[in-house]
């Protein structure tokens, strides 16, 4: 499975831009609220360096990179838990993404229409992050009333999901996100199936003007510190105009504004980050691969990413740092060197780990 972010905000605050920016896709953007109605998805391959040299060094027939999912959901507003501006049907679309990306304007441009009149970074996080905790207060309270008929019949479990559903409450309705309310994993997975908006890691994204105006990120910068929540900048405008361009000339382009990198590979590797998410590499004549796996994942799991065979049947796993294989050259090269290690069922696997499984079924 792709990792999924929902890209969510205020209307025209540049979702749809930096969406477009993000896929090269074509989604509508327009001067007016709701101009997205639907979720645009986009599948896009993430940007590995790695794995462009493993394809080159073992002359691999396919190259094979790890994806990403981006969601544009539709602007929300102030009053969408209840239904405001097609509130709810935007909400249930971001229900079953992995993070969020919250865009939150920073330019100012008087041919852009602000819903709010004028931009004020806090205020809008705020209308945004309000509505996220009201819709979860929505699911909470549903839950609640559901489980009563088992709290009667004396369900330990129901008795166990009872008092969940009282702590997230009583949390929310201090206008605390999920993320926030001290849940322990087991009490997570009582109420998963709940598909807490304000449980999901957050990422907040300052769009600035293309002048690098950083006017109201600082204010950005403090809320997501106390939130423990991550920031990137981005200028969505000159990104899309990037977009635009063949990928030689963009990367050249790129470097002559000083930019170290794009804001895919901004918010991809931030996106990395806040899941917990690393990399590692399967190689050879036939292809160069990359998967995605969260950190501290044992090797039979990780091996069963490749195929469900390899975890049932894991006997060990032959292990390559990268740093390793480019000093060295090639597999052979790494053993000679003592280089290459054999690790069994309890090795959690490294960001940067090229991997030879070795299974039996």
Known sequence: MALSIGIVGLPNVGKSSLFNALSRAKANVSNYPFCTIDPNIGVVEVPDDRLDYLTKLFSSKKTIPTCIEFYDIAGLVKGAAQGEGLGNKFLSHIREVDAIAHVVRCFKDPNITHVSGNVDPKRDIEVINLELILADLSQVEKKMSGI?????????????????????????SAGTPAREINLSDDEKLLVKDLSLLTIKPILYVANIDETGDMQGVSVIEEIAKKEGAKVITISTKLEAEIAELPPDEAQAFIES?????????????????????????????????????????????????????????????????YKDMVECGSFAACRDRGLLHTEGKSYEFQDGDIVIIRFNV
């Open 148 to 172: 009563k008929p088992r709290m009667k019949s004396q369900d330990k479990t129901a008795a166990k999901e009872s008092e969940i559903l009282l702590k997230l409450k009583n949390g929310l």
């Open 257 to 321: 504004m000083g930019f170290k990198e794009s804001a895919l590979k901004k918010l991809i590797h931030t996106g990395y980050e806040l899941l917990n998410l690393i990399t590692f590499f399967t190689a050879g004549d036939k292809e160069s691969r990359a998967w995605t796996i969260t950190r501290g994942t044992k090797a039979p799991q990780a091996a069963g990413k490749i195929h469900s065979d390899m975890e049932k049947g894991f006997i060990a796993a032959e292990i390559i740092h």
